[in-house]
């Protein structure tokens, strides 16, 4: 274990966090963090966590990886950071890479530091090429905390932080679980549920829609995993108005999913493509990738987006570090396998106990929804808190996303790198939480 922060005193960390920390919105972590690696953090009183978010979503092949460890360590010596216009050759090697991976259509790539910034990018770039300035997306939604991007965004960030951007229309979510639009057996009616979203957003357009943004599994806002079919009639609605459809995959990115890219999955090839977190696994790296045509008549129309950080080589060489490692370790097909393993024991957990309402996700990208009766779907929020502060002294962080509308809901993500042992013990230190917690209604006697 690292010694770096070893002696650390946590009394006084804790004060000094209180009286020098700006709160960015959300409670911090009562514990301090010393050390991770691989798939554990570490906490400043000596406790091991197992981390079943990868940080935030982002450390695809675990914390300190050897490989990335050294890729850092070479550039930050010789090749860090450099003039935005200048380009080497960490930037042309990932941009390379990156582009031999995607289908056609995605053929150039530029390189920022965050989703947000990607995604405001991409935004942009969308409303240059196509003269239009309307920007659609999903319910539950989240992009960014940038202007264009948060104006996009339906999940949080909107209440108190207006005006916004004109010019921004929602569609509803398509919750299989929750959603009201419903055929004549019950099953989730989504064709009805998009037709008529589509239909309110074009009473409110004032005929200059640029773009749809979306996830392909919104993540924050409750891991929805879309309908079988749905990306590809999306698609047909932005091709329809002459829109370009943006796909975010910060979190579903590089093989999170069981594909390399979630896209994949519906064989629907977006007009932009935007990546980040799984990139940099926890570096700041994110990624712009469009067609050669949109590329080329968005340069002729003076598309500008640049910042200090544009192309910087130190990031982009992890970022090729990681695609590297991904490919050669065939670490998609170990996604999709450790994935399957992962569903059909939350499934398990699920038939023991009533508090799960649902179970969702794809790949090692799951969602565990936290009722408090499954009848009436009232949402859990307070049990999900509990049952997350139980696995937390079990050892192990499961976020807990507590979204009014959907409850209490766990996402989780672990590298996917993680071995089975550790996937089976993340597994049972769930099942313990929900054993010794009141009001998770267990089903067995």
Known sequence: MSTLYANADLDALQADADN???NFGTAFNTEIITHAKDVFIYTADGRRILDWTSGQMSCLIGHGHPEVVQTITEHATNLDHLFTAMISPPVINLA????????????????LSTGGESNEAAIKLAK???????IVGLASSWHGMTSGALAAQYHSGRKGHGPLIPGNYILPVPNAYRSVF?????????ETELNYGWEMVDRASNGSLAAVIMEPILSSG?????????????KVQCERRGMLLILDEAQTGIGRCGNMFAFEHEGVVPDILTL???LGNGLPLSAVVTSNSIASASKESGFLFLTTHTNDPLPAAVGLKVLEIVVRDNLVARSRESGAKLHVELQ??????????DVRGRGLMAGVEIVEDRDSKTPGLELGRRLAAKMSDLGLSANIATIESFGGMFRIAPPIT????????????????????????PLYD
């Open 222 to 234: 409750g891991m929805i995993t879309l309908p079988p079919g749905y990306l590809k009639a999306m």
């Open 20 to 22: 020098s920390l700006l």
């Open 348 to 357: 398990k957990l699920m038939s023991r106990y009533g508090c799960i309402g």
């Open 276 to 278: 980040s977190k799984t």
């Open 128 to 134: 240059v090429f196509t003269g239009k300035w309307e």
């Open 96 to 111: 390379m890479k990156l582009t031999s991976l995607l289908p056609e259509g995605l053929d150039k790539a530029m390189f």
């Open 182 to 190: 419903r055929k004549s057996d019950g099953s989730h009616d989504w």
């Open 418 to 441: 993680i071995s089975d042992e550790n996937l089976y013990m993340g597994l049972n230190i769930m099942e313990e939480a929900f054993r010794s917690t009141e009001g998770s209604l």
